[in-house]
């Protein structure tokens, strides 16, 4: 696809940022790089990266398809390899490879925050619909527990294989000489059922007799093993868990009820929806930071003895805002801002809480939650090889799900 005269490199890049291409945040993307160094604006690397996708040297042609698929140590292997293209520096080079890995990144950072904004207004894709403000994770059991006490009026009046046997011998008995059976009786559905009837009925006018048979088969084979267990009293809903482990803080971790937490606390170690969009926002720019300094030295050396050492496979050292550049404060902060408007769709951003004093202004209004999660992410230091085995206590997952993941690049 990448090679064909439709494809459109600037739009793409462009997407990895925002899939809406939000102007303004794709604008702070461009700043946070720039103030890192790196002063290639996305359409500037975009048409250079795209030019090599003409060239009539095969070399040239698959760089670009390994930079642009992402598979970017296949990339730097090939100018160790064969050197640079084009008529290009090796610092040409390389560059177009950073930036390329540094969108990538920023697409890892749209993919979380894309589901934190699914785990806090629609955490049940499908069956629950989505909410202008944040579903509680308490709020699940009281959405779903009607639609179980439906299910048990359903399962109840549900004619296993005897019942019907039954009533087709009833029938049988019942017919009068010269006239066909009586109609199948269906039980009449209570009011709150009402509403399913009419659905039930259209999905299954489309099913064929062969269908219709599978489905009764699984039917009768399911429901008995249901309502054996709706009758025993057992809740369906008794493993949403009503306490999670919370993160490291003050070097300890606590259980934290999920009672008046938001539903995406059940999903990241209690953190609330702009701490977990803090995380990627703050790994994010130490990506930015640490991967200009990491190709910086590549070009060095390439410069100095001719030798290119492909770098970045061991993903990012542990977070620490006092590594990074002067004002990366100011910077995430922003950018935590702009996420919380394009992506996660936060009405929370610049309201008032409702006390005697008002939260903190618009422009400072992340601070307290970045300052948190720095301090977290200081605590946990570089993320390991099997971080995402954890079960759903484990901080260490939680780290894995927020976290921006450059050597997924850098190692293929």
């Given at each position: 696809m990448?090679?064909?005269?439709?494809?459109?490199?600037f739009?793409?890049?462009?997407r990895?940022?925002?899939?809406?291409?939000?102007?303004?945040?794709?604008?702070?993307?461009?700043?946070?790089?720039?103030?890192t160094?790196?002063?290639?604006?996305?359409?500037?690397?975009s048409?250079?990266l795209q030019?090599?996708?003409?060239?009539?040297?095969?070399?040239?042609r698959?760089?670009?398809q390994h930079?642009?698929?992402g598979?970017h140590?296949?990339?730097?292997c090939?100018?160790?390899?064969?050197?640079?293209?084009?008529?290009?520096?090796?610092?040409?080079?390389?560059?177009m490879v950073l930036?390329?890995t540094l969108?990538?990144?920023a697409?890892?950072l749209?993919v979380?925050?894309s589901?934190i904004?699914?785990?806090?207004?629609?955490p049940i894709p499908?069956?629950l619909?989505?909410?202008?403000g944040?579903?509680?994770?308490?709020?699940?059991q009281s959405?779903?527990?009607?639609?179980f006490?439906?299910?048990?009026?359903?399962?109840?009046q549900?004619k296993?294989?005897?019942m019907?046997e039954?009533?087709?011998r009833?029938?049988?008995r019942?017919?009068?000489?010269?006239?066909p059976?009586a109609?199948?009786?269906?039980?009449d559905?209570?009011e709150?059922?009402k509403?399913?009837?009419?659905?039930l009925?259209?999905?299954?006018?489309?099913?064929?007799?062969?269908e219709?048979v599978?489905?009764?088969n699984?039917?009768?084979?399911t429901?008995?093993?249901?309502?054996?267990?709706?009758?025993k009293?057992?809740d369906?809903?008794?493993?949403?868990?009503?306490?999670?482990?919370?993160?490291t803080?003050?070097?300890?971790?606590?259980l934290v009820?999920?009672?008046g937490?938001?539903a995406?606390?059940t999903?990241y170690?209690?953190?609330?929806?702009?701490e977990?969009?803090?995380?990627?926002?703050?790994?994010?720019?130490q990506?930015?930071?640490?991967l200009?300094?990491?190709f910086?030295?590549?070009?060095?050396r390439?410069?100095?003895d001719g030798?290119?050492?492909p770098?970045?496979?061991?993903?990012?050292?542990a977070?620490d805002?006092?590594?990074?550049p002067?004002?990366?404060?100011?910077t995430?902060?922003?950018?935590?801002?702009?996420?919380?408007?394009?992506?996660?769709?936060d009405p929370g951003?610049?309201?008032?809480?409702?006390?005697?004093q008002p939260?903190a202004?618009?422009?400072?209004?992340?601070q307290?939650?970045?300052?948190k999660?720095?301090k977290?992410?200081g605590?946990?230091?570089?993320?390991?090889?099997?971080?995402?085995?954890?079960d759903?206590?484990?901080?260490?997952?939680?780290?894995?799900?927020?976290?921006?993941?450059?050597?997924?690049r850098?190692?293929?």
């Open positions: 990448i090679f064909e005269q439709s494809f459109c490199l739009r793409f890049n462009r990895l940022v925002h899939a809406g291409e939000d102007p303004v945040l794709i604008a702070e993307v461009e700043r946070a790089f720039e103030r160094g790196i002063d290639k604006r996305i359409s500037d690397h048409s250079s030019g090599l996708a003409r060239s009539p040297d095969e070399n040239s698959l760089f670009f930079v642009v698929c598979h140590r296949s990339a730097l090939l100018l160790r390899d064969k050197g640079p293209f084009d008529e290009l520096s090796m610092r040409d080079c390389l560059d930036v390329q969108l990538f990144c697409r890892d749209q979380n925050a589901l904004h699914q785990a806090v207004k629609q499908e069956l619909p989505k909410v202008d944040y579903i509680q994770a308490d709020g699940i959405i779903f527990r009607p639609m006490e439906d299910a048990e009026l359903c399962l109840s549900y296993c294989p005897q019907r039954a009533e087709r009833h029938r049988i019942s017919r009068t000489p010269g006239r059976l109609a199948i009786t269906d039980p559905p209570v709150s059922l509403q399913m009837k009419p659905l009925q259209k999905r299954l006018e489309n099913l064929n007799g062969r219709l599978r489905l009764r699984r039917l009768d084979l429901v008995p093993a249901i309502w054996e267990r709706l009758s009293g057992s369906p809903l008794s493993s949403i868990p009503t306490s999670i482990l919370g993160i803080s003050d070097e300890q971790r606590e009820a999920s009672s937490k938001t995406v606390a999903r170690s209690a953190l609330t929806p702009l977990c969009l803090s995380v990627g926002v703050c790994r994010f720019i990506s930015v930071s640490y200009a300094s990491e910086e030295t590549m070009a060095q390439y410069e100095t030798k290119l050492l770098c970045g496979a061991y993903g990012l050292p977070f805002f006092d590594h990074l002067y004002g990366s404060h100011t995430v902060r922003s950018l935590v801002d702009h996420y919380r408007i394009a992506v996660l769709e951003l610049g309201c008032k809480s409702g006390r005697d939260i202004d618009h422009d400072t209004q992340g307290n939650p970045i300052n999660v720095a977290w992410l605590s946990l230091g570089r993320r390991k090889l099997m971080d995402f085995e954890g759903i206590n484990s901080e260490r997952r939680t780290y894995h799900l927020l976290d921006v993941l450059p050597e997924v850098l190692t293929r």
